[in-house]
């Protein structure tokens, strides 16, 4: 009966959270951002020169530039290509989130959230990054491969997969099953579990 | 609850690396994708004769309008995550088996009511299509998931109502 409420709930509550999300533009977005930066800066510095928020948009301009139609080093092209990667698209786990924990009705719900959200800021610095190494390797190709500490292309799929495609959804309801702990919504799933697990 | 997330962890990487596999993707993911714009042709075309199934892409022959199921469309990755929800869950073999198929099924239904209403949104209004296609569809497959498994969970506990703790 609980969980049945928890998902009506859920449902109620998307159209609010993900209008406020929406309404509040780069504003959730932002810290992802400051993070990603300061990933690829500490990681890839002769790859990303630097990164930005432009409104929903992270600018990041590479360490590649165009001559003659062929990617080269921006410092022998004499300008830099430059990414243009829409937030949106791992930011929104922060609105699936927030109706998440909003239709569970914890006790501290608000320092929870805040909680939730450090962690949903990193999973989606991971997931900016990743759709970066992605633009690079369908933009740049071969040079960005052979650069110092590049995965190989499979494994840039891989990841992209997982953090762009997955995280976004899956991140905030593994946070909410662990903030759901003590709440009678865990004590009624808890015992499903244990009823279920007792036959094995 | 370690060993859950432990072996939900493990088959859930396992599955996405084997997925990503090119034989993997040649011989069973295009496929089912090219099946799953089969079925949803099929679904719909009783309403509406002018849809037509290119592989994997629904077009509609009057209009021309098309959309294509890429990866992440096909619900492919909500099932693994169900798949390693339901592995990673003690139970039998024979339950587990049950679930998954059930699951699946239930998550690719849902999954062709997505296809479809991207489909018809996309005619209608590309602002309302993309953000039913990039943020809202993701969430509420996911949420499907986690419906299922939570049934999943009770028809387990309901077929041993004498296990439950006093």
């Known amino acids: ?64 530039g165009m001559l003659e139609e062929e990617v080269v080093a921006a410092s022998a092209a004499g300008n830099q290509i430059e990414l243009d990667i829409n937030t949106r698209l791992v930011s929104y786990s922060i609105a699936f989130y927030a109706a998440l924990l909003m239709a569970s009705n914890l006790q501290n719900g608000f320092y929870k959230f805040c909680i939730g959200l450090f962690c949903l800021w990193l999973v989606m610095a991971f997931g900016l990054a990743s759709i970066a190494a992605k633009d690079l390797l ?12 590049v995965p190989p292309a499979d494994l840039l799929a891989l990841t992209y997969q997982f953090n762009v495609l997955l995280m976004p959804t899956l991140a905030p309801v593994c946070l909410w099953v662990w903030q759901l702990r003590g709440s009678p919504l865990w004590e009624a799933l808890a015992s499903d579990i244990r009823r279920a697990s007792a036959q094995v | 609850m370690a060993k859950f997330l432990l072996i939900f962890c493990s088959v859930l990487g396992s599955l996405f690396a084997i997925e990503m596999l090119n034989p993997v993707q040649q011989a069973v993911i295009q496929p089912f994708t090219v099946l799953l714009a089969n079925i949803s042709t099929a679904v719909i075309v009783p309403f509406d004769d002018t849809v037509i199934a290119q592989g994997r892409i629904l077009r509609d022959a009057t209009t021309g309008f098309a959309v294509s199921i890429e990866a992440g469309c096909n619900g492919v990755e909500a099932a693994i995550v169900l798949i390693a929800g339901i592995v990673a869950f003690p139970a039998s073999v024979q339950h587990k088996v049950i679930a998954i198929l059930a699951g699946f099924v239930f998550v690719q239904a849902l999954n062709i009511v997505r296809i479809i209403s991207l489909f018809y949104l996309g005619q209608w209004n590309y602002t309302v299509f993309e953000w039913f296609h990039l943020y809202l569809w993701p969430v509420l497959i996911m949420l499907d998931v986690l419906v299922v498994f939570a049934i999943y969970l009770q028809w387990l506990g309901k077929r041993h109502p004498e296990a439950q703790p006093t």
């Open chain 1, 1 to 64: 009966m609980l969980m049945r409420r928890q998902f009506v709930l859920t449902l109620i509550l998307m159209p609010i959270t993900f209008g406020i999300w929406y309404a509040a533009g780069a504003l959730f977005s932002a810290p992802a951002v400051w993070l990603c930066d300061a990933l690829l800066q500490a990681v890839y510095p002769h790859l990303i020169d630097s990164v930005w928020l432009q409104g929903m948009k992270m600018g990041a301009l590479t360490q590649f």
């Open chain 1, 138 to 149: 369908v933009m740049v190709g071969a040079p960005f491969l052979s650069a110092p500490r």
